[in-house]
């Protein structure tokens, strides 16, 4: 049986010292996590006294086997029982987990190990655990690796009854990996009082956490998004949350909706291809069985939000009781533990339709009328209390609302900095606490509405073309092609920038392939005034980050590496 809502409890909004204290407080209710697996079916019940149980006698467990408290483990984050609890164990360890990906559906044994390898060496850790299934793999990991145990939970060896660490507010809590370090593992060390202070701006101020309220969540736990808001959040709320893998999202995305209505779960989040893949199957899917009138915050969070699959999502789901007005979209990153702004509750997505040449030559947030050379930019709320936002031009002055600049950020939810990469925090983070985040956005009545990203800006003849412009255009107007189907950039030809756009085509006939080509390239022509290098790839050839998102820059490093090949034969 899943651990209930529990309407009537008295709830702390998060306002402990530690991620401890928080475990410690949860226990004393009935509310807790619950693990489904991968055909929706409930694998295991994990009520927050359990979890403390079982977690500090892991504790114990741990520093048996020869860790020491300050030691870093690499936590390989199956959504399981067992990762919650080894997560959990090392906070009362005093030890610093690192939650690392899983492997890739389409990798590939020898890339995902070495992957696991730079990361482990990366973090300085002194373990890795995993679940059992990989405990062959674990083991390989291992080889050459100066750790002091590989392996599941279950062949820790028995405690010794070692005394468990007083927990520090300022402590490490947990070393996150950013979605797109994967080749140089970039880790952000995240405190106790970092973690909750986000944890309270998120409960108490961005999502306003009622007694009634429950979570559910299909994304992965060693992304910031799920870790942070799908399994720290809530339980620092008392809240219970259910989890289901990212695995049986993709092969059937209507569990998550069906697990909304059956569960009763208020609160859910996914980037924006979760809704879109979510439409997609409900064309032609009985979809009478699902509720999702109670669910009040549709969440929109991790990647940049498109406004078409959205509408399409409300109206497809509508009939099950849907309302447009639980979207709530939202802007943070791993840098700033996760959230940095929310917008209003129930407003629904308020999105801007801007002049793209005026965006593009002027950096101005000009608004006009819907046409083929204007697109919708969403605002994704106000800073979090406690937080700040500014736009900043190339020489650092603040720029005025409505300007296109470099966003920056401050407040008590910002990482201590890179683990073990002074040179890396520096480039990043001031001495007086602003986080240059690598966006570009602008402000508009005081919300942040984001453009892109400054490493992925496309400068052609002076102007500023945002790659996911003509991605999402080819996307939505070329029959066949889907989210994530096409990457846009930048590259040097015949010792000029051109823009290269790579499209994944699934047929291997020559009139269609050549087809594709030409309508790519005469539409982006049309819609864009640019002349486009149409690049033909296989269906899954474009790579992904771990958290789903098109990595722009790795399908650019993987183009010019070709590029390199072809001219030395």
Not at 350 to 357: N, Q, R
Not at 445 to 464: A, E, F, H, P
């Amino acid at each position: 049986m899943i651990t209930p809502t529990a309407p009537d409890r008295a709830i702390r909004l998060a306002d402990f010292s530690t991620l401890v204290e928080a475990l410690d407080f949860a226990a004393q209710g009935e509310t807790g996590v619950n693990l489904y697996g991968l055909r929706g079916e409930l694998a295991e019940a994990l009520p927050y006294r359990e979890l403390r149980v079982a977690a500090r006698e892991i504790a114990e467990r741990l520093l048996a086997a020869g860790l020491s408290p300050g030691d870093r483990v690499g936590l390989i984050a199956e959504t399981d029982a067992d990762f919650v609890r080894a997560f959990f164990a090392c906070q009362y360890a005093g030890l610093t987990p690192a939650p690392l990906p899983l492997p890739a559906p389409l990798g590939g044994r020898a890339v995902y190990l070495d992957q696991i390898r730079r990361m482990l060496q990366s973090a300085k850790a002194s373990a890795l655990l995993g679940p059992a299934s990989m405990d062959a793999w674990l083991k390989e990991i291992a080889e050459g690796q100066d750790l002091s145990f590989a392996g599941p939970l279950a062949e820790l060896p028995a405690s010794q009854g070692q005394d468990l660490p007083v927990i520090a507010p300022d402590g490490p809590c947990y070393l996150q990996f950013s979605s797109g370090s994967t080749r140089f593992p970039t880790g952000v060390l995240v405190t106790h009082r970092a973690l909750m202070a986000n944890a309270t701006a998120i409960t108490r101020d961005g999502l306003q956490v009622r007694p009634q309220d429950r979570a559910i969540s299909w994304l992965p736990l060693y992304h910031d998004m799920g870790l942070v808001g799908f399994l720290l959040s809530p339980l620092a709320a008392q809240m219970s949350v259910d989890l289901m893998p990212t695995g049986a999202f993709v092969r059937r995305p209507l569990l998550w909706l069906d697990l909304i209505g059956r569960n009763g779960a208020t609160i859910s989040y996914s980037p924006t291809f979760g809704y879109e893949l979510c439409a997609r199957r409900g064309e032609n899917a009985a979809l009478d069985h699902l509720d999702l009138s109670g669910w009040r915050i549709a969440g929109l969070g991790g990647d940049m939000i498109r406004t078409k699959p959205l509408k399409d999502f409300a109206e497809r789901f509508a009939a099950a009781g849907f309302s447009p007005s639980a979207f709530v979209a939202s802007y943070g990153m791993a840098e700033a533990t996760l959230a940095l702004a929310m917008a209003p509750l129930g407003e629904g997505l308020i999105s801007e339709t801007l002049d793209v040449e005026r965006l593009e030559k002027d950096g101005l947030a000009v608004e006009a009328p819907q046409s083929p050379r204007t697109r919708d930019f969403a605002r994704n709320g106000p800073p979090l209390p406690g937080h700040e936002l500014q736009i900043r031009d190339d020489r650092g002055d603040v720029l005025p609302e409505r300007q296109v600049g470099r966003v920056f950020a401050r407040g008590p939810s910002l990482m201590v900095g890179y683990f073990d990469q002074p040179e890396a925090t520096s480039h990043v983070l001031s001495a007086d606490g602003w986080l240059d985040t690598g966006d570009i956005g602008y402000l508009s009545d005081g919300q942040i509405v984001l453009t892109g990203r400054s490493k992925d800006l496309i400068i052609l003849n002076g102007r500023n073309i945002w790659p996911q412009d003509l991605e999402w255009t080819a996307e939505a107007e070329i029959a066949g092609l889907r989210s994530g189907d096409v990457a846009a950039f930048s590259a040097p030809t015949d010792g000029e920038e051109a823009v290269i756009v790579l499209v994944q085509c699934r047929s291997s006939d020559p009139e269609v392939r050549q087809r594709l080509i030409q309508e790519v390239t005469d539409l982006l022509r049309l819609r864009h005034s640019v002349e486009p290098q149409v690049n033909l790839v296989g269906g899954h050839a474009l790579p992904q980050t771990s958290s789903g998102k098109l990595s722009r820059s790795r399908a650019k490093a993987a183009y010019l590496a070709e590029l390199g090949e072809r001219a030395t034969v």
